[in-house]
């Protein structure tokens, strides 16, 4: 899973993030958003994940559901 990260109301990039994935297995997986906002999770296994974000800036986002299947590309 791929994306970017802006701060409203500016739109101003969220680096330094952290973006977290939480298979329904309780797998976790982490990343940071680089200087651009940008993320990447993964190669994450097919299943069901809820996706949630933090700025140091922030508060912690509602977290997403997404679901990843064997033959899918995020």
Do not use: F, K, W
Request: no cysteine.
């Amino acid at each position: 899973i791929a994306g970017g990260l802006l701060l409203a109301p500016d739109a101003i990039p969220a680096r330094g993030a952290s973006v977290t994935a939480v298979r329904d297995d309780g797998s976790t997986y982490a990343a940071a958003s680089a200087d651009d906002g940008t993320y990447r999770l993964g190669p994450l296994s097919a299943g069901i994940y809820s996706i949630s974000a933090v700025s140091p800036l922030t508060a912690p986002s509602a977290p997403r559901t997404v679901v990843v299947s064997a033959d899918t590309t995020y």
